[in-house]
């Protein structure tokens, strides 16, 4: 294919995400401030709209369901630490007395953030159900188009709830990774001697980002002796995607896998630190994505290979930050 083809079919189809998609594009251009890149992607935020619009990897399904993700990471390491599931069923009336007077999470498996502690009792067990029965109703993911949810089976489960020192974990890690590599850690950690947690970013040498996050400042965190193999794990589970975040827990110097997540912040990520976005983005290699893999049909296949030559550096030019048209070659 030449470039004067591939530019052609890549501003088409940049025109088709627009209009087929118009609640995305705005809701992206009203979240971030510029109008995001659907056929040709470069920037962080880019890459995750284009995998709602073009990347059906399977995979996807499977591994945003909260316990198909569990088996998941046990078929593919099973040196990570995987939190007991105690109980699984579709209504929270059936959940058995006593497991909701011990120390568990109620959580379901076909969203994100949907989860409840319980330490001790349940204060109001009809507050309880309706709250988590009106989870059960929904379907995640239609705002931000994050589809991997669509058509996840729901389920309600109760999980061990992982504590140390008698309280629950705090020290949670969140591995940015590639096919190839691991870009950087966000993490939580708790402050010794306080019910403070700080919240930093650290790469994968272990040296702490600093910059402004949405609503804060990122503290000068520091890695702890297992970070090396938690890199290792998130490198294993990171290998079978083309982009992914991996989350575990840290206790008592175990990791805990906690969920994979396809579109961090909905993929409308705002964080201020521009070369921490640009090195996740540089991690990402939409070249081994499911859609860049695997053979298409129609005019998907002509825009994979306009796309390939694009991300091969076979064109003049390549997208900036600001709202654009595509160049036409020098001839």
């Known amino acids: 294919m030449n470039p004067e083809n591939a530019l052609w ?7 088709w995400s627009y209009l087929a998609y118009p609640a995305q594009t705005i809701r992206f251009r009203r979240r971030l401030g510029f109008w995001p890149e659907p056929a040709w992607p470069t920037r962080l935020n880019d890459k995750f709209h284009w995998r709602k619009i073009f990347d059906r990897n399977p995979l996807f399904i499977e591994c945003s369901d909260k316990l198909a993700a569990k088996e998941f990471v046990r ?7 995987i939190p007991k599931v105690l109980w699984t069923g579709e209504r929270a009336a059936d959940i058995p007395d006593h497991l909701l007077a011990g120390d568990v999470v109620v959580k379901t498996n076909h969203g994100s953030s949907w989860n409840i502690p319980v330490r001790g009792d349940v204060a109001d067990r009809q507050a309880f159900s309706r709250k988590v029965d009106a989870w059960m109703a929904r379907r995640y993911g239609r705002k931000h188009w994050e589809w991997g949810y669509f058509d996840i089976t729901p389920k309600l489960y109760v999980e061990e709830m992982l504590k140390e020192n008698g309280e629950p974990v705090a020290s949670v890690y969140k591995f940015y990774v590639g096919a190839a590599e691991v870009g950087a850690c966000y993490t939580e950690q708790p402050v010794p001697g306080s019910d403070e947690v700080i919240e930093g970013v650290l790469d994968v040498d272990g040296n702490s980002y600093e910059g402004y996050y949405e609503t804060g400042v990122y503290a000068d965190v520091v890695p702890p002796p297992e970070y090396a193999r938690m890199l290792q794990a998130a490198s294993s589970l990171g290998r079978e995607f083309d982009y992914v975040r991996c989350d575990f827990y840290l206790v008592g110097g175990k990791t805990y896998f906690s969920e994979l997540t396809f579109y961090p912040y909905g993929g409308l990520d705002s964080d201020s630190i521009e070369s921490l976005m640009d090195l996740l983005a540089e991690t990402w290699d939409v ?4 859609f860049m893999t695997t053979p298409q049909t129609g005019w998907r296949r002509l825009y994979a290979q306009a796309l390939r030559l ?21 001839s």
């Open 310 to 330: 694009a991300l091969d550096g076979g064109l003049a030019a390549k997208p900036d930050s600001r709202p654009r048209s595509y160049p036409v070659p020098d």
């Open 287 to 290: 070249r081994k994505s499911w």
């Open 9 to 15: 079919i890549l501003r088409c189809v940049r025109l």
């Open 75 to 81: 078929r593919i390491n099973a040196d990570i630490e």
